[in-house]
């Protein structure tokens, strides 16, 4: 257990100390275990059966393969490895210590928020201050925001007029943490101008870990959304779920805490001491290290069920191929009768309840994402722009080489890509969002975000791949210039059909992720107590692969589906939203750029800055550091000097303290054309569930088959600046390929638990490791 410091004074003055109220608690009614246990029971049942049915539709879909169109543009295989997306000062406000200092932050290429004591102390390798994992994270800018939330956690709790607020901000421009269950980080910088940007940063952060179960998995994501779904809806939970966010182990402990937080809140609540701001202040205390004994039970059990799955995973494989065919055969012969009982209900509710709703849902998903990726569009024309533009004025390829150092971050820019992200900022689902039990449209917002951010990567590493292979044609400045400008109407071209068959799949997918949970919950009453019955259809050897419930979802799934399909295609034929028509397709277009993009990647410094090519690994990583870096703000002086404001005397570094670069950094395998998991936050099915659905004739599609084929990149008929599509068969968008943000740090010497002690310095200051 965490060891607390004093945290209220009693009515007698005694002190009431975090460490006595949970031993007190704990031994009382031990909820935290038992709770825990049992959710994780349930949940592990619910795995093992859904992770049977991710192995067989992911062997089908290898057999069968109903792919899609391969995308036009490129995918960078590792995007920004050993690279620095942001570092900065800023303002912390230590809790232990109830002071503000001054802390060096760093945001490496998986996205983990690392603060060190200063920037001479990150130079040297030391040991960083606190490691954060995002996920689950809100950015607060005001401090008036951060008190509502407080006040409405801990209900009946409210500081008196005059009282001090939990919080104070030495500036006007706060920046908070925010999380319902684990602790909170504020911080402060000094104008605007510095919030705009880190707002900015800690999205992308956020925005980054939310997305953290990982899209390469071909079985173990989709049997662990599924599972979560099934839990939750076994709770008559139905709908999105804000808190699917952050790897397997954080989404599972979410999971937890939602049911043990009322528990909690009632049983300790009325037992904390003190005023009304040190109340909070204990409640935050106490909730943080609940979510830490949480986490650490959840990760063991997880981590057992998982490895169970895998031991077992060789001999169902070898059944699953050696009876496909009697497998499919008993599946669907299941779904008949499934669908033969449920289909004419879920007609009824489409057309009632549904169907008048859809073209409204659409144009509401459409024209935020549009603009956004309209916006993705025109930043990537006007960088390349302006860089054509410099190299006639200034010439050289060494200005070349320095312009595409920094192209090549583009994606990874959190603020030139602000303006592209801010556009989904306007998505409003109105009278639609209680309707259909939509908890929060931010789920929408950051999956379209995260496919900004992809496609702009994919076009920038494109063009650089063209650009690499055609420098060694060139004759002079002009030859450049022209080839850069040939390269950017080509990228654009392709980009223009990859961004509209993305943002169809993605129209799809979030239709059916506000509309099934809502009608899985109407038919509930009339559908689901007579299951059970369609168990004895099932040959008992198969019953690993095939599910009543998820035929049954499947079966829901289609009866609205001819209406999505054909809601998307209508819109397609709008030039507004620049999509361009399912009948226009291309086929692998440019097949030799493809075969360019498996070469070694391209490292623009070193290829061509005349560096020896035997660079000491120590010379590389302090030329990151110094030069790599997306955004550097800070000129090597800590800014905020004589403000007034308290700043921290760096600490003497502690003997074997130091941490190597990239410790508990660990990294993803490349993205895959797999479907792709749910939306993170959506508690629904995906689109890709689509291609192995009960059928309703031999073979479905969940695409409308293509009228004709253009064998080249100029589109057929779409005006220029217009965007084009084509059919995707639940194929996914590769995402990037970082997802696990740096649970932990391991010091020379043994691991460090995410539940260790907090290590003290003279300051009271902790080495802290979040996950």
């Given at each position: 257990?965490?060891?607390?410091?004093?945290?209220?004074?009693?009515?007698?003055?005694?002190?009431?100390?975090?460490?006595?109220?949970?031993?007190?608690?704990?031994?009382?009614?031990?909820?935290?275990?038992?709770?825990?246990?049992?959710?994780?029971?349930?949940?592990?049942?619910?795995y093992?059966?859904q992770?049977?049915?991710?192995?067989?539709?992911?062997?089908?879909?290898?057999?069968?393969?109903?792919?899609g169109?391969q995308?036009?543009?490129?995918?960078?295989?590792?995007?920004?490895?050993?690279?620095?997306?942001?570092?900065?000062?800023?303002?912390?406000?230590?809790?232990?210590?109830?002071?503000?200092?001054?802390?060096?932050?760093?945001?490496?290429?998986?996205?983990?928020?690392v603060?060190?004591?200063?920037?001479?102390?990150?130079?040297?390798?030391?040991?960083?201050?606190?490691?954060?994992?995002?996920?689950?994270?809100?950015?607060?800018?005001?401090?008036?925001?951060?008190?509502?939330?407080?006040?409405?956690?801990?209900?009946?709790?409210?500081?008196?007029?005059?009282?001090?607020?939990?919080?104070?901000?030495?500036?006007?421009f706060?920046?908070?943490?925010?999380?319902?269950?684990?602790?909170?980080?504020y911080?402060c910088?000094?104008?605007?101008?510095?919030?705009?940007?880190?707002?900015?940063?800690f999205?992308?952060c956020?925005?980054?870990?939310?997305n953290?179960?990982?899209?390469?998995?071909?079985?173990?994501?989709?049997a662990?959304t599924?599972?979560?779904?099934?839990?939750?809806?076994?709770?008559?939970?139905?709908?999105?779920?804000?808190m699917?966010?952050?790897?397997?182990?954080?989404?599972?402990?979410?999971?937890?805490?939602?049911?043990?937080?009322?528990?909690?809140?009632?049983?300790?609540?009325?037992r904390?001491?003190?005023?009304a701001?040190?109340r909070?202040?204990?409640?935050i205390?106490?909730?943080?290290?609940?979510?830490?004994?949480?986490?650490?039970?959840?990760?063991?059990?997880?981590d057992?069920?998982?490895?169970?799955c895998?031991?077992?995973?060789?001999?169902?494989?070898?059944t699953?191929?050696?009876?496909?065919?009697?497998?499919?055969?008993?599946?669907?012969?299941?779904?008949?009768?499934?669908?033969?009982?449920?289909?004419?209900?879920?007609?009824?509710?489409?057309?009632?309840?549904?169907?008048p709703?859809?073209?409204?849902?659409?144009?509401a998903?459409m024209?935020?994402?549009?603009?956004?990726f309209?916006?993705?569009?025109?930043v990537?024309?006007?960088?390349?722009?302006d860089?054509?533009?410099?190299?006639?004025?200034?010439?050289?390829l060494?200005?070349?080489?320095?312009?595409?150092?920094?192209?090549?971050?583009?994606?990874?820019?959190?603020?030139?890509?602000?303006?592209c992200?801010?556009?989904?900022?306007?998505?409003?689902?109105?009278?639609?969002q209680?309707?259909?039990?939509?908890?929060?449209?931010s789920?929408?917002?950051?999956?379209?975000?995260?496919?900004?951010r992809?496609?702009?990567?994919?076009?920038?590493?494109?063009?650089?791949?063209?650009?690499?292979?055609?420098?060694?044609?060139?004759?002079?400045?002009?030859?450049?210039?022209?080839?850069?400008?040939?390269i950017?109407?080509?990228?654009l071209?392709?980009?223009d059909?990859?961004?509209?068959?993305v943002?169809?799949?993605f129209?799809?997918?979030?239709?059916?992720q506000?509309?099934?949970?809502f009608?899985l919950?109407k038919?509930?009453p009339?559908?689901?107590?007579?299951?059970?019955?369609?168990?004895?259809?099932?040959?008992?050897?198969?019953?690993s692969?095939?599910?009543?419930?998820?035929?049954?979802?499947?079966?829901v799934?289609q009866?609205?589906?001819?209406?999505?399909?054909?809601?998307?295609k209508?819109?397609?034929?709008?030039?507004?939203?620049?999509?361009?028509r399912?009948?226009?397709?291309?086929?692998?277009?440019?097949?030799?750029l493809?075969?360019?993009?498996?070469?070694?990647?391209?490292?623009?410094?070193?290829?061509?800055?005349?560096?020896?090519e035997?660079?000491?690994?120590?010379?590389k990583?302090?030329?990151?550091?110094?030069?790599?870096?997306?955004?550097?703000?800070?000129?090597?002086?800590?800014?905020?000097?004589?403000?007034?404001?308290?700043?921290?005397t760096?600490?003497?570094?502690?003997?074997?303290?130091?941490?190597?670069?990239?410790?508990?950094?660990?990294?993803?395998?490349?993205?895959s054309?797999?479907?792709?998991?749910?939306?993170?936050?959506?508690?629904?099915?995906?689109?890709?569930?689509?291609?192995?659905?009960?059928?309703?004739?031999?073979?479905?599609?969940?695409?409308?088959?293509?009228e004709?084929?253009?064998?080249?990149?100029?589109?057929?008929?779409?005006?220029?600046?217009?965007?084009?599509?084509?059919?995707?068969?639940?194929?996914?968008?590769?995402?990037?390929s970082?997802?696990?943000?740096?649970?932990e740090?391991?010091p020379p010497?043994?691991?460090?638990?995410?539940?260790?002690?907090?290590?003290?310095?003279?300051?009271?200051?902790g080495?802290?490791t979040?996950?």
């Open positions: 257990m965490p060891k607390a410091a004093p945290y209220a004074k009693g009515s007698s003055g005694e002190v009431v100390s975090l460490d006595l109220i949970l031993c007190d608690f704990f031994s009382y009614r031990s909820p935290t275990w038992e709770k825990t246990g049992k959710v994780l029971g349930e949940f592990c049942r619910c093992k059966e992770y049977g049915v991710a192995l067989f539709n992911s062997v089908r879909y290898e057999i069968e393969g109903n792919g169109p995308a036009q543009l490129l995918h960078r295989k590792v995007p920004l490895e050993d690279h620095v997306i942001y570092s900065g000062n800023l303002f912390q406000y230590i809790e232990e210590n109830k002071k503000w200092r001054n802390r060096f932050c760093v945001v490496p290429h998986n996205y983990g928020l603060l060190y004591e200063n920037k001479l102390a990150y130079e040297r390798d030391l040991s960083p201050r606190v490691l954060v994992n995002s996920a689950g994270y809100k950015i607060l800018t005001s401090v008036d925001q951060y008190l509502e939330l407080v006040n409405n956690s801990l209900p009946g709790v409210t500081p008196k007029s005059g009282q001090s607020p939990i919080l104070k901000c030495p500036t006007d706060p920046l908070i943490l925010w999380h319902p269950y684990a602790r909170h980080y911080f910088v000094m104008t605007g101008k510095e919030q705009e940007k880190w707002r900015a940063v999205q992308d956020v925005r980054h870990c939310n953290g179960i990982s899209e390469d998995s071909k079985v173990e994501a989709p662990f599924d599972a979560v779904r099934m839990y939750r809806q076994s709770k008559e939970q139905y709908g999105t779920w804000d699917l966010c952050g790897n397997e182990t954080q989404v599972l402990s979410n999971l937890v805490m939602e049911e043990l937080l009322p528990e909690l809140r009632t049983t300790i609540g009325p904390l001491k003190g005023k701001q040190e909070q202040r204990t409640w205390q106490i909730s943080d290290a609940v979510y830490r004994m949480v986490y650490e039970q959840t990760k063991a059990q997880y057992a069920v998982t490895a169970k895998e031991q077992e995973r060789p001999q169902m494989e070898s699953i191929r050696t009876d496909m065919d009697q497998i499919i055969t008993s599946k669907e012969h299941l779904a008949s009768k499934i669908r033969a009982f449920v289909l004419p209900k879920a007609e009824i509710c489409v057309r009632n309840h549904v169907q709703y859809i073209s409204s849902i659409l144009e998903l024209t935020p994402t549009s603009q956004g309209a916006e993705v569009r025109e990537f024309f006007k960088e390349v722009t860089m054509n533009m410099n190299i006639v004025n200034e010439g050289g060494e200005k070349l080489v320095e312009y595409m150092e920094k192209l090549s971050h583009l994606a990874f820019h959190p603020v030139k890509m602000q303006s992200y801010e556009k989904m900022d306007q998505l409003k689902l109105e009278g639609l209680q309707r259909f039990d939509v908890s929060s449209t789920v929408f917002k950051q999956r379209a975000q995260i496919h900004m992809q496609q702009m990567d994919d076009a920038v590493y494109t063009f650089e791949t063209l650009l690499h292979q055609e420098l060694g044609k060139l004759q002079g400045k002009d030859d450049l210039c022209k080839s850069i400008q040939r950017l109407e080509r990228v071209k392709k980009y059909y990859d961004s509209s068959t943002r169809k799949k129209f799809r997918e979030a239709l059916l506000i509309t099934i949970p009608l919950k038919l509930a009339t559908c689901k107590g007579e299951l059970a019955k369609f168990q004895e259809l099932i040959f008992e050897d198969f019953a692969f095939i599910l009543v419930e998820n035929t049954y979802e499947e079966v799934l009866s609205v589906m001819k209406d999505i399909m054909q809601a998307v209508e819109a397609a034929v709008q030039r507004k939203h620049n999509l361009y399912d009948s226009m397709v291309m086929h692998n277009s440019d097949p030799n493809h075969l360019l993009g498996e070469g070694i990647p391209i490292d623009w410094g070193e290829e061509y800055s005349g560096q020896p035997a660079e000491p690994d120590t010379d990583r302090r030329r990151a550091k110094q030069v790599v870096s997306v955004i550097q703000d800070d000129e090597g002086v800590l800014p905020y000097e004589g403000d007034g404001v308290h700043r921290a760096p600490a003497s570094p502690t003997p074997g303290a130091e941490v190597p670069p990239g410790a508990g950094v660990q990294q993803a395998a490349p993205a054309s797999m479907p792709a998991s749910p939306v993170p936050g959506a508690d629904v099915l995906s689109e890709s569930r689509v291609q192995h659905a009960a059928p309703a004739s031999p073979k479905p599609r969940a695409d409308v088959p293509s004709a084929k253009v064998p080249h990149d100029t589109p057929a008929s779409p005006a220029p600046g217009a965007e084009t599509s084509s059919p995707s068969a639940g194929t996914a968008c590769p995402q990037p970082d997802k696990e943000t740096g649970e740090v391991a010497g043994g691991e460090c638990s995410p539940l260790q002690p907090m290590s003290t310095t003279e300051s009271g200051e080495v802290q979040e996950f």
